[in-house]
């Protein structure tokens, strides 16, 4: 399976990102500069975590009109899988790929720290190889993580299954003190309707091997190359 790893001006995790797929997981995988035009040739598009143009205006807003996000748009229409992490979410939703938007903190800090995630759903490209409401070691490092959407889009991501993590504690359940920074919901990743595009905040590329604390985030990569397969 072949990933491509996007990269913007700002952009830092996407070494931790090719790490992950090419050299734990054993995945090809190219970085793909912000002005290329074309996708073809990649089964996944990763888009890293960092502060893209440094997340000035808002973060991910300037990405958003990068040349390769065009082609990004033609690769997720096609059923291309995505993986937008931390700034690669917020990326997403200013791209309109994802719905809602990632709002500063509620309490003001940013937060490096560990989380668990819920997984809501075990039958999506991205955690066939989870357990159903599995709690997943994953950490943030975010100011700008607080998922917020209007209530009737909530209430529509909910209906359709598209909240695919949570916070929560260690054993899965959800409560308002698992929520590093205020996401409505506990919302800690969502997809689209169609199941192929996925943001998130925490990182993944982080915990992926136990040297680390957790290799849990292998997890979601695994559950791609899967699908792909």
């Not at 990933?3 to 190219?30: E, H, N, R």
């Not at 059923?79 to 500063?104: D, H, S, T, Y």
Request: net charge negative; proline share 4%.
């Amino acid at each position: 399976m072949r990933f491509g790893i996007l990269v913007f001006p700002g952009t830092w995790s996407d070494a931790d990102c090719y790490y992950q797929v090419k050299d734990v997981l054993g995945q090809d995988a190219d970085y793909v500069w912000h002005r290329e035009e074309s996708l073809d040739g990649f089964d996944c598009v990763i888009l890293p975590g960092g502060f893209s143009y440094g997340d000035y205006l808002r973060a991910g807003a300037i990405a958003r009109f990068s040349p390769v996000m065009n082609a990004l748009s033609d690769f997720a229409s096609a059923g291309g899988l995505v993986v937008g992490i931390c700034n690669g979410f917020q990326v997403l939703c200013e791209a309109g790929l994802l719905p809602g938007v990632l709002m500063r903190n509620a309490h003001l800090e940013y937060r490096c720290q560990w989380t668990n995630l819920r997984a809501e759903r075990t039958d999506t490209p991205f955690t066939t190889r989870c357990g159903l409401l599995q709690s997943l070691r994953i950490p943030v490092s975010h100011g700008e993580g607080n998922y917020y959407a209007d209530a009737d889009t909530l209430d529509r991501l909910e209906r359709n299954g598209q909240v695919l993590f949570r916070y929560c504690d260690d054993a899965g359940r959800i409560a308002e003190t698992c929520n590093p920074n205020g996401s409505a919901r506990n919302i800690a990743g969502i997809i689209n309707e169609r199941g192929n595009v996925l943001g998130m905040m925490p990182h993944p590329e982080r915990s992926c091997e136990p040297l680390l604390g957790s290799d849990d985030g292998n997890l979601i990569f695994l559950s791609v190359i899967d699908s792909f397969r």
